[in-house]
């Protein structure tokens, strides 16, 4: 096998082939086609070719450089000009942003538990601002329970879902992992995993379901 692929990547080489090129072409290692290529030396025909198509390539990666650059350039600009709309949140403000958050990613069905699961470590740190400066959640009610995968470091999310809701390890549950048959991919994009705000709290979870009822009969007339 080893001797077909050496033949075929200098075969490649002495048709003027640049190494990255056979790499490419024979789905072979770098340090083997340049190992078994490096006593053929190419004709300056071949040599000026591969010279001119290096320029071009560098000259696309340039221009394409330049585009993004450019396109960021004017989407920063639109960006900035919208921030401008806000020059702070007041606490109704943060009482109806958090309403909305829960509305969507809440738990409305059970009984007396107030619970909301994100992997957005934004949308958490929100939530319990609104739980501690609007419904006065005392610290001692919040529960975690992070739902991660089993190539987690699991003490190291534990910390990271810690400082970012700012309770103590102490009071999460156990963390659950969940098996690898999500695709490589998901668990990528998700190297934390999922984290759930609970506060066992009949009162604040009716509280939050009226404000959510209220809101939808204001908004789009929706009587419950």
Known sequence: MKLIEREKARALRKKGYSINQIVK?????????????????LTKGQKKGLSERGRSVE???????????????????VIDEA???FTNISLEQLKLIGIILYLGEGRKAGRGVACLSNS?????????RFFREICKVPEEKFRGHIHTFTHADVEKTEKYWSQIAGISRKQFYKT??????????????????TFDIYVCDTKLFLTIMGWIEKIKELTIGDKM
Do not use: H
């Not at 585009?67 to 920063?76: S, Y």
């Not at 957005?120 to 319990?128: A, N, R, T, Y």
């Open 25 to 41: 072409e024979a789905r072979l290692t770098k340090s083997s086609v340049s190992v078994w290529v490096r006593d053929i030396v």
């Open 59 to 77: 000259s696309i990666e340039r221009r394409r450089t330049n585009r993004l650059f450019n396109e960021n350039k004017k989407r920063r600009v």
């Open 83 to 85: 921030k401008k709309d």
């Open 120 to 128: 957005d470590p934004m949308v958490i740190k929100i939530m319990m």
């Open 176 to 193: 659950y992992i969940k098996p690898s048959s999500a695709s490589l991919q998901k668990r990528s994009t998700l190297p934390f995993g």
